[in-house]
């Protein structure tokens, strides 16, 4: 009796249980679209619970414009903006949706721009500006006057 049959049985067992293990892909949602027919914003979510976990900004043009996580309905951890040629605009952490830990800019060129520190949503610390050119233009202590913030 040949043992091709049994053989092959366990392999497809064996398949089936390895692919029943693994997480469901996550579920994505658009919102919004450009007359490029393009996507504005595309929410990424959990597909256990249906909670939102990223969300995704695009220029007309697909490029990405900013993105971060989402904890239910507050911005979570590092968010990262992007000028529409795909440098970096913005470097920013939330903590329960507030802005807290490093805060960073940059000019359209890619040079820094500004660096420094946010608790609660405020500036804390020494901040240092840079110019266009790269060079350190000031540098300013939270400590001793706070930072004009809106």
């Not at 392999?11 to 249980?17: E, F, G, K, Q």
């Not at 994505?28 to 976990?53: A, F, H």
């Not at 414009?65 to 979570?76: F, N, P, V």
């Amino acid at each position: 009796m040949s043992k091709r049959p049994l053989l092959t049985f366990i392999v497809a067992i064996t398949l089936w249980a390895c692919e029943s293990g693994k997480a469901p892909a996550p579920k994505t949602r658009t919102v919004g679209v450009w007359p490029t027919g393009k996507p504005k914003l595309v929410i990424t979510y959990d597909p256990e619970d249906s909670t939102q976990t990223l969300e995704k900004y695009l220029y007309d043009d697909g490029a990405v414009k900013a993105e971060g996580q989402k904890s239910d309905t507050l911005r979570t951890g590092t968010w990262y903006s992007y000028y529409q040629n795909g440098k970096p605009w913005s470097m920013h952490t939330y903590r329960s949706g507030l802005l807290e830990g490093p805060y960073k800019t940059w000019h359209a060129n890619g040079n820094l721009y500004q660096d420094g520190q946010l608790e609660a949503g405020k500036p804390v610390g020494k901040w240092k500006f840079f110019r266009e050119d790269g060079s350190l233009d000031s540098l300013h202590d939270c400590s001793i006057t706070p930072l004009p913030w809106n």
